[in-house]
């Protein structure tokens, strides 16, 4: 084997092991235990609050046992108690002027009538999914990152005084839990602090690449062409296909977060999974914005009205698919939903939002000799061991 080979194959090594260590695998099986046995049926407090709180007792655990600080942030609404679950894997500027928080939020509850697999089953397995990558992984990053667990999204049983009161539970975290929280863990930064935000997940595996799968409502068209043009092309050309997930954004506010997402998309392979960004500029008028009310309906509102960053991932709901029949109802269930493509498509969504955390966040290898050196160090020492053979090596030929 002459040199220039050699350097070759070493040169190929080197790519391997950096690309294997980086690049986010989501574990099929993992996704999928935990849609069957947590989140396959209704979770909610008035129908099934056994089943809920097992819910939110294996987020909790789960958090624990992937070494993250978890807490229970508990409300009360109504007379009725209600539990969001909070996990924070600290960063080396955790309490300094430096630390730009990354968030991942996705609910946990449901409607009463429902099993809530896609809605938002799938959102909480997801976000379960990234924090078990993101700690698997045995790095360490220079910025701290916020799992929480939202309860009270749903709004049903909440209009008796003709105000809306959806969303509660991260409306609650915020003003509850994060604003004292950073002023406790942050006091020099208050007024200043600058997190890169949260990436809000609700109602992500109804994949559907069957022509006029996917829904614009009619009385909203109008508004849709003025306000995201490439994305009704995209559609059109594309026969209404609901094979893409939206990621919706406020263009003024949140690109840095929107932009980061939708490279790493780009990224992870299966083109035939796509991404479309609904990017909504600043001071539209009411009209317009009542015109797109299906774009605000989550837990990203309140992160938006306190001027926090966040973008919303969302395979559109009750607009595509088998959802414009289940969305709320008793068909949004495993039997409906979980399906391989489904599947497929909600580690695509799961890998995307890792690397994107992971890329915000700074990430790193621990240092050798460290306790916990991880899989990417050894990856990256064996290829740089076999280099080092081989170039010694090729003068004994």
């Known amino acids: 084997m002459d040199f220039n080979l050699r350097i070759s194959i070493c040169r190929l090594l080197s790519i391997f092991g950096l690309y294997f260590t980086l690049t986010h695998a989501a574990n099929l099986d993992y996704l999928r235990s935990s849609l069957t046995n947590y989140f396959s049926d209704t979770r909610h407090h008035a129908v099934k609050p056994e089943y809920k709180q097992r819910t939110a007792t294996f987020i909790h655990?789960?958090?624990?046992?992937?070494?993250?600080?978890?807490t229970y942030h508990n409300f009360v609404f109504d007379g009725v108690e209600y539990a969001n679950i909070i996990g924070v894997l600290k960063g080396d500027n955790f309490g300094t002027y430096d630390d730009q928080i990354i968030g991942v939020g996705a609910h946990y509850d449901t409607v009463h009538v429902?099993?809530?697999?896609?809605d938002n089953g799938f959102g909480s397995a997801a976000l379960l999914e990234v924090a078990r990558q993101m700690t698997s992984l045995e790095s360490k990053r220079k910025h701290t990152v916020?799992?929480?667990?939202?309860?009270?999204?749903?709004?049903?049983?909440?209009t008796f005084d003709g105000r809306f009161y959806g969303a509660l539970g991260s409306k609650y975290l915020i003003s509850?839990?994060?604003l004292p929280w950073i002023q406790k863990n942050y006091p020099q930064t208050v007024g200043t602090f600058s997190p890169y935000g949260i990436i809000v997940l609700d109602t992500l595996m109804d994949y559907n690449n069957s022509a006029m799968s996917q829904?614009?409502?009619p009385d909203s068209l109008q508004e849709f062409q003025?306000?995201?043009p490439g994305v009704v092309k995209n559609l059109q050309s594309d026969n209404l296909q609901g094979d893409f997930l939206a990621t919706i954004f406020r263009t003024q506010f949140d690109s840095r977060l929107a932009n980061e997402f939708h490279q790493q998309w780009g990224k992870m392979g299966r083109a035939d999974y796509e991404i479309e960004m609904f990017g909504l500029a600043s001071n539209l008028p009411d009209d317009v914005l009542n015109k797109v009310a299906d774009l605000n309906r989550s837990d990203h509102i309140n992160f938006w009205a306190k001027n926090i960053p966040a973008i919303f991932l969302s395979d559109s709901a009750n607009l595509r698919g088998k959802m414009q029949d289940c969305y709320h109802h008793v068909c949004d269930s495993l039997e409906v939903m979980l399906n391989d493509d489904n599947l497929n498509f909600l580690a695509k969504t799961s890998d995307t939002i890792a690397a994107t955390v992971d890329k915000l966040?700074?990430?790193y290898a621990a240092v050798s000799g460290a306790p916990g050196v991880g899989k990417t160090l050894f990856t990256l020492m064996t290829a740089s061991s076999i280099c080092v053979f081989l170039k010694q090596t090729a003068s004994m030929l």
Request: net charge negative; glycine share 4%; hydrophobic share 40%.
């Open 176 to 178: 509850q839990w994060l």
């Open 61 to 70: 655990d789960e958090f624990i046992r992937f070494g993250l600080e978890t």
């Open 361 to 363: 966040s700074q990430s």
């Open 146 to 158: 916020i799992f929480t667990a939202f309860d009270r999204e749903e709004y049903e049983y909440a």
């Open 215 to 217: 829904i614009i409502p």
């Open 226 to 228: 003025q306000l995201f």
């Open 114 to 118: 429902t099993k809530g697999v896609d």
